[in-house]
């Protein structure tokens, strides 16, 4: 006995087990570079005294990301900044730790993300960091924000003073503490 289909009836068929093969094949992932919004990003420092406290901020670091928006995975992040451009409010003090850091010989601080860890929305960030001319390894926490349009990265990490090779400040002969304390927010464009 002979069968015979009809071209719509094939055509049909068709139809049938390419939608099967959409469902059963993954989607690949859509890694993009997503594009910095500068004027919403900075990166904060607390340098602490026993008199006192130092915070000094720059909107001048560089961001860089990759991720996929429809996962919300982080594939590669880095980031930069000229060490000149942390303001305090106080002009002496600032030309006080450019000294203190040799920012004419060192102008740039360096982060390379190698490795992430993420549950949900928090995120741990492992990479290196140049600083003073010295590269360590560094972990930094941090909460990504994903909504209509943008995505906001708020996180923290800590250096230390020594493993830099930078000797501590002292005011009234008593030196600040070893770690510096870093803040940042780094607000991504999602078009």
Partial sequence: MKTVFSTATLLFILLLVLLAVLVVVPVPAQVKHLQQRKEESSMTYRMVHPLHKIEATSKEVVYELEADPGTKQFKRVSGWVDVTTFDS????????????????TYPDAKFEGTGFTQKGDSLIITGKVTFHGVTREMTAGAVSHWSEGKLEVDGSFELSLAAFKIDRPSLLMIPVEDTLSFSFAAVFGLE
């Fill in 89 to 104: 409010g106080n002009s002496n003090r600032d030309s006080h730790a450019m000294e203190v850091i040799d920012a004419i």
